[in-house]
Structures are given as structure tokens and as C-alpha cells.
């Protein structure tokens, strides 16, 4: 029997069936959004006041809703997190780096900072996938890359300023976890993201919260001599955002949604609200799996387990490619395992767009597949 003839019933089933991580479920309000702009500001000038107001509410929203403080800039770029690390690579880092690395993600700009010509070796830190290290202070390091949320293991960490830095800058990668996971702006410089998770918009796009240390940082390295592209110069970008315009053409749809999910995440309380209904997901979800004889939370430190990410290992008696082969002809999408980490596992996305009660109505699904494949 194909098992991708089991049909699973409406009655158990998610209203809406997007668990992915990026890019992830968008909400009918944002498309709703897009429609009402359809005639004002699709297809206008991004150096005229309809886009600019639009940069303008989305830079205000960001700063309403992670509370910081004044003198806090948001910056922001075409290219994506990925993009963003180069840009760091070019404007941020002085002379050396520190890189926690625990997964995919984080090994990336450990890597773009290890090939740049104008910096020294990064120092890394590694654990085991499934974990996070801890940042320790060292003298010649002058910015220290954190990562929030290692979207490839559903680790996530308590961001804390490591002891005894100086002026050095903290720089959070937050792609996955900013709007949905808590942080306090006096521990972190720098904490930026792309708005296809939690803001359930499209990628394309990088944002940073910058602290007055980093925007010190920024305009030093751009007074240097250091040859820097264009496309990725940091004073260039920060010179555009304070006039809330960006270096080159922005995509402007994924502006109308960004913006729109940061007035949905407001209008219902803000950042707190949004943590605690990710919280509830993730309740469910690890709940249920450590009630399950053949699933476990793949992180096994329930402190170190994201709200946003689950990662969810599956006895190998039965295999999770199956099940999200079932559930995907069941039209319950991208709950498979970031491929490289290698694992009989799956993983679901928990954003703050995703309805608590669909995480419920998912871990229902997935008892039925396993029950449907004689297990
Ligand atoms: C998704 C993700 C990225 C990559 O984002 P892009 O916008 O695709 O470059 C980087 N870091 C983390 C933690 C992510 O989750």
C-alpha cells in the first residue's frame, strides 16, 4: 500500500497546514494587506512618502515591539540573514570575531568571517547539535555572534552580554526567533533577522536592531579606509534607513506583509503576547511527544528547547519521512527535518502566526499516520 493513500479526517486535521520554517505560514490578513495596496503603492517610487511611511511604520513597529531603548536604530538591507553576515563581515567586525556554532546557521558566519581577508582567524565555539556553548570573554575578540534560535536543531538560547567584553559588540543572529522568543535590547548590539519567520512575510530582506555601541561601531569602520562593496556597506545602509529608504529597490509586498504582521503581533499585546501563544505551541507539542513511547524532543535540556522551532525524534522503527510524506498528501506541509543534520526526525515550525489549537490538532495527525502505518 502507498502510504500516501491514507486519508486522514477533517475532523483531526489543521485549518491551516503550514508548519515550515522559513518561509512559513502567512496570514490571510497580510495577503488581505497586499490587495489594499494594490493601487497606492504597489508599483510606486521607493523614494516617495507611500513606501517611505511604509519603511517608516515598519522601523517604529520594530522599536515598539521589542521596547527599545532611545538611541536604538533599526537598519535595514536587501539580502536576507545570509547577506547580512557578509555586510557584518565588511562594517561590523573590527579585527576578530567569536562564533558560538551549533548548528547550520551559525556555522555560516563563522565561515564568511574565517574567509575575509581583512580580519583575523574568528575564535569558534562548538557543541554538539542538539545543545548551545556559552560565549567566554577574550581579549583581542570585539564582536561576539550569538545565534537565538539555531533553526537547523530547535535550540534555542537565553541571550546574556558574556562577563568581562568591555566595549566589545554582542551580535544576535534572531532569523527565526525575533517576535517570538523574549530578549532584554541591555544584553544584546545587534539582533537581526529576515522577515520569513516570525514575520511571516517573504525573505529577501535583512533587519537589525542596532544599540548607540554598534551604530558607533558602523560609522567608525565606514570612516576607514576599509574597502567595502557598496551593496554591502553598513554606513550606507544606516545612512538610508534613518531615511527610511534602503540602498537599492526594495520588494515591496514583503514590506505590506512585514508590516502588517508587526501591527497584528501589536494590536494583540505585543511581544509578550506573541511569546506566550509560540509557548503554547511548544507546550503541546513537547508535551505530547514525551507522552509518545516511539517520539522524543531531540534537545534534551528542556531549557534549551525553542518555542518556535520543535524538533521531535522519531523511533527508527518507524520512519519520519513516511510521516511527513502522508501528512504532505494530507496537505500538512514542510514538517521534515533540516536535511543535513541527518536525523529520523521532524520539525515543526511554532511562529506566532501558527494557531496554538492547528500544533494540537497536528500532534493528533501525526498519532493517526503512525497508527495508520501499523506501528
Ligand atoms: C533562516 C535562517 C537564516 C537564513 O536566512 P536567509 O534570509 O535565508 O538568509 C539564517 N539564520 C537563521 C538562524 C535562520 O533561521
Redesign the pocket.
Known amino acids: 500500500m502507498d502510504p500516501r493513500s491514507i486519508v486522514l479526517p477533517d475532523s483531526i486535521t489543521p485549518a491551516d497546514g503550514r508548519f515550515g520554517?522559513?518561509p512559513s505560514k502567512v496570514r490571510a490578513g497580510q495577503i488581505d494587506a497586499i490587495a489594499a495596496a494594490a493601487t497606492t503603492l504597489l508599483g510606486t517610487s521607493h523614494r516617495k512618502p507611500a513606501v517611505k511611511n511604509l519603511v517608516g511604520s515598519v522601523r517604529s513597529g520594530l522599536t515598539d515591539l521589542f521596547g527599545l531603548p532611545d538611541g536604538w536604530e533599526i537598519v535595514l538591507g536587501n539580502?536576507?540573514?545570509?547577506?547580512?553576515w557578509d555586510v557584518a563581515t565588511f562594517g561590523l567586525i573590527e579585527r576578530r570575531s567569536q562564533h558560538l556554532v551549533f548548528g547550520e546557521?551559525?556555522s555560516?558566519f563563522a565561515e564568511a568571517a574565517t574567509t575575509a581577508p581583512h580580519l583575523m582567524d574568528p575564535v569558534v565555539i562548538e557543541s554538539a547539535t542538539g545543545d548551545h556553548p556559552e560565549a567566554a570573554a577574550e581579549v583581542d575578540v570585539d564582536l561576539y555572534a550569538l545565534?537565538?534560535?539555531?533553526?537547523?536543531t530547535g535550540v534555542a538560547m537565553t541571550l546574556t552580554r558574556p562577563t568581562g567584553i568591555g566595549n566589545s559588540l554582542v551580535a544576535v543572529?534572531?532569523?527565526?526567533?525575533a517576535g517570538g522568543l523574549p530578549w532584554n535590547p541591555s544584553e544584546v548590539d545587534v539582533y537581526y533577522f529576515?522577515p520569513?519567520?516570525c514575520f511571516a512575510s517573504d525573505?529577501?530582506l535583512?533587519l537589525a536592531a542596532c544599540s548607540p555601541a554598534a551604530l558607533e561601531r558602523i560609522n567608525t569602520i565606514a570612516a576607514s579606509d576599509r574597502w567595502r562593496p557598496a551593496s554591502l556597506d553598513l554606513g550606507i545602509a544606516l545612512t538610508n534607513s534613518l531615511a527610511n529608504q534602503t540602498y537599492n529597490t526594495p520588494a515591496l509586498t514583503t514590506l505590506v506583509m512585514l508590516d502588517d504582521q508587526i501591527r497584528w503581533m501589536l494590536d494583540n499585546g505585543g511581544l509578550d503576547w506573541c511569546v506566550a501563544r509560540s509557548r503554547q505551541s511548544a507546550d503541546t507539542l513537547y508535551n505530547w511527544a514525551e507522552s509518545r513511547d516511539w517520539a522524543t524532543p531531540f534537545v534534551t535540556d528542556p531549557a534549551k528547547r525553542s518555542a518556535v522551532v520543535g524538533t521531535i525524534d522519531i523511533d527508527d522503527a518507524i520512519s519520519a519521512e513516511t510521516i511527513c510524506d502522508v501528512l504532505r498528501a494530507n496537505g500538512i506541509l514542510d514538517t521534515d527535518s533540516y536535511r543535513k543534520l541527518g536525523r529520523n526526525q521532524l520539525r515543526i515550525g511554532m511562529f506566532p502566526a501558527i494557531d496554538p489549537a492547528d500544533v494540537e490538532a497536528l500532534t493528533h495527525s501525526i498519532d493517526a499516520v503512525v497508527s495508520a502505518l501499523g506501528s
Open positions: 520554517c522559513g539580502g536576507g540573514s545570509t547577506v547580512f546557521f551559525s555560516k545565534t537565538h534560535n539555531e533553526t537547523s543572529d534572531a532569523t527565526s526567533a529576515a520569513q519567520k525573505g529577501g535583512w
